[in-house]
C-alpha cells in the first residue's frame, strides 16, 4: 500500500514540479540551501550529472542535479501507464539513498530525508513560443532536469573516509558523473565514468 500512495505523490510531484517532502524543506541545514540558492544550471547534457557531497560534523548532504533522462530513461510528460510506473519506481529508488551511495559500513550512516524535484520541461529553442506548442507535439525535444537531494546521518562520523556512489550501476543513463565535496578539513573533486569510491581525506 506504501508504494502506491508514494507513486500517486511522486505523479503528482512530476506534474506540478513541487517539492515532494515540502514539510521538511523548510528545515532543510544551511548548507543544502546554498546548494539550492547557486543552483548552477550547468548545461544540459544526457549522460551527464554532477553531485556535490558535504561532510559537516555527523551529517552527510548529498545533491545531484541530472538531465531527468539520466535517471528515467525519459524527458516528456509522463502520459501511458507504462511512463507512470517507471515515474513511480525511480522516484522510489530515488529515495532510497542508501542503495544509491555506500558508506564506510563503521560510520553507521542511515538516510534522513530525501527531496526530489524536477523542473518544468524546456524545449531546445524557448525565445519561440511556437517551439513550446510543438513540443507538445514531440516536433522539438523537450528537456527536464532533476535534481535530488539526500541527507544521511552518522554515528561515528570520524569512522568515515570513502563514499562510493552507486549511480552507474542502479541507473542506465549516466555516463560522466562530475563530483565535488567538501569536508571540514578539505575539498576537491572528480570526475567518476563508473561506480568508485571518493576518499574524503587527500
Ligand atoms: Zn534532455
Redesign the pocket.
Known sequence: MRGLILSSSTLALWLTAAPLLSADTAQQSATMQAHTEHEEHSA?E?GVGSLSIAVTNQTIEIQLDS???NVFGF?HEPSSEADQTTVAEISAKLQAGLDLFEFDQDAQCKLEKAELTTDSEHSEDQTDAKAHEHAAENET?????ITVNWLFSCEQPSALKTITPHLFSQFNGFEKLEVKWVTDQHASAKTLEQDEAITLAP
Open positions: 544540459h544526457h538531465p531527468a533522462a524527458e525535444p523537450t528537456h527536464r532536469d
